[in-house]
Structures are given as structure tokens and as C-alpha cells.
């Protein structure tokens, strides 16, 4: 009985980035990051890297998915965590996936709905269900790294 991929899902942001590990269907992490206090974008980047690289070291993750950006509005600090997120991951020999939160949604859930998504990732995940009254963009990161984590694992 083979081992299922550990995953790392990220869904960046210029305020907030969220982190989920997914293994075997357990959230082992579920945090979201404020980089709310940094006002230059270079401080906001560092802090994201030196994240990003304790818990590469710490999950030790078979594949990281990132969450797809718009890039029309996504901000310049959310598009660099994802580059550099995949240019870690190339780096240590791990896949790389990239995924919309939409398909990922539709990939749980048949209608491919944001609530009813919340709702089932919150009923599958306590952690998640913990964020329901968490300022929204701290919750729809953190909904959205666990829905591409799970998404993934589902064999997307």
C-alpha cells in the first residue's frame, strides 16, 4: 500500500498568502501569513521566501501545486511568490502543478461553487472550518489552498 503524495498548495497575495499541506487526506497545515506590516514589496517577498523554505524543509512535500493567477488582478507580489514557489520546487526535484481555484472547485464539487466549496472543505477539514470567521481574504486563501491541495491528491 503505496504512500500518497504529500502535497503543498499555495495561494499567494500581496496581504495575505495561504499555505495547506495535504497528505493521505489529512490537512496536516492550514495557515494563512499576513504580510500586512511589511510596506515595501522586497520586505513583503523576503518574508514570503523565508516561509516558503521552512516549510519545504519542515512538510517535506512530493508536489506543490500553486494557485493559477490572473495576471490583469493578481498583484506583482502575488505573481513573484508563485514563480518562486515553482523555481523552489524545479529546484528540489519536486512537481509542479498550477491550477485555478475554479478548477479546482469543479473538480470537488460538481457545480464548481465558491460557498459550496467553503462549505464542503470545512465539513471534510476543522481547520478550515476554524477560519469561518476569519476576515475573508485571510479565508478565501486559505479555502483555496486547501481546495487545490485536495484537488490534486484527487488526481487532477
Not at 8 to 25: E, K, N
Not at 119 to 143: C, G, H, K, N, Y
Request: hydrophobic share 50%; proline share 3%.
Amino acid at each position: 500500500d503505496a504512500r500518497m503524495a504529500r502535497i503543498l498548495a499555495l495561494s499567494p497575495g500581496g496581504r495575505y498568502f495561504a499555505l495547506a499541506t495535504l497528505d493521505d487526506d489529512a490537512l496536516l497545515r492550514a495557515d494563512v501569513h499576513s504580510l500586512r506590516r511589511f510596506s515595501d514589496d522586497g520586505l513583503k517577498f523576503a518574508e514570503f521566501l523565508r516561509i516558503l523554505r521552512g516549510v519545504l524543509d519542515e512538510d517535506t512535500p512530493d508536489v506543490i501545486v500553486v494557485e493559477a493567477l490572473d495576471a490583469r488582478r493578481s498583484t506583482p507580489v502575488a505573481r513573484a511568490q508563485a514563480q518562486r514557489t515553482a523555481d523552489e520546487a524545479t529546484a528540489r526535484g519536486l512537481a509542479v502543478h498550477s491550477m485555478a481555484v475554479s478548477q479546482a472547485a469543479t473538480v470537488l464539487e460538481r457545480e464548481g461553487d465558491r460557498a459550496i466549496l467553503a462549505t464542503s472543505l470545512a465539513t471534510a477539514f476543522p481547520e478550515v472550518a476554524a477560519f469561518s470567521d476569519a476576515e475573508p481574504r485571510r479565508r478565501q486563501r486559505l479555502i483555496a489552498a486547501a481546495a487545490l491541495a485536495r484537488a490534486v491528491a484527487r488526481g487532477t
